[in-house]
């Protein structure tokens, strides 16, 4: 096994699998965990996000599917890293926070905003580009 990563990818479990007691379910995450180096990385450090990463592994059909929403979802939170970097490095704190505000608060609208935008593209004459 890679202490990179997780060495194997796991298959589908039909449903007439036997699933491995307490002890030997511990001893195989062990197992999968000791010495890998992404781990190490990310120990402790996923209380904010793990509510998201539940949710896409509730919503998903298989590993895969999860690994596809995730991609969509760590794609667009990039993007808005990107953004918000930019804002910071161009010294342009109002806009920056105006941005951390939108993303962190459903309902928080703009100056001349009338609706959120939600997938949809709602536009108005003081933010055309919304």
């Given at each position: 096994?890679?202490?990179?990563?997780?060495?194997?990818?796991?298959?589908q479990?039909?449903?007439?699998?036997?699933?491995?007691?307490?002890?030997?379910?511990?001893?195989?995450?062990?197992?999968?965990?000791?010495?890998?180096?992404?781990?190490?990385?990310?120990?402790?450090?996923?209380?904010?996000?793990?509510?998201?990463?539940?949710?896409?592994?509730?919503?998903?059909?298989?590993?895969?599917?999860?690994?596809?929403?995730f991609?969509?979802?760590?794609?667009?939170?990039?993007?808005?890293?990107?953004?918000?970097?930019?804002?910071?490095?161009?010294?342009?704190?109002?806009?920056?926070?105006?941005?951390?505000?939108?993303?962190?608060?459903?309902?928080?609208?703009?100056?001349?905003?009338?609706?959120?935008?939600?997938?949809?593209?709602?536009?108005?004459?003081h933010h055309?580009?919304?």
């Amino acid at each position: 096994m890679s202490s990179d990563g997780f060495g194997e990818i796991m298959k589908q479990v039909p449903e007439e699998t036997l699933i491995p007691n307490n002890d030997e379910q511990l001893d195989s995450l062990v197992q999968k965990l000791l010495g890998n180096k992404i781990f190490g990385r990310v120990r402790g450090q996923f209380k904010a996000e793990l509510p998201e990463l539940i949710k896409l592994i509730d919503e998903a059909d298989s590993p895969s599917d999860f690994c596809r929403r995730f991609d969509r979802w760590a794609a667009d939170q990039r993007m808005m890293g990107n953004l918000l970097a930019q804002l910071r490095r161009d010294r342009w704190s109002f806009a920056e926070g105006e941005l951390t505000t939108l993303l962190c608060t459903a309902g928080y609208t703009l100056a001349g905003e009338t609706v959120p935008p939600r997938g949809d593209r709602a536009r108005d004459a003081h933010h055309p580009r919304l």
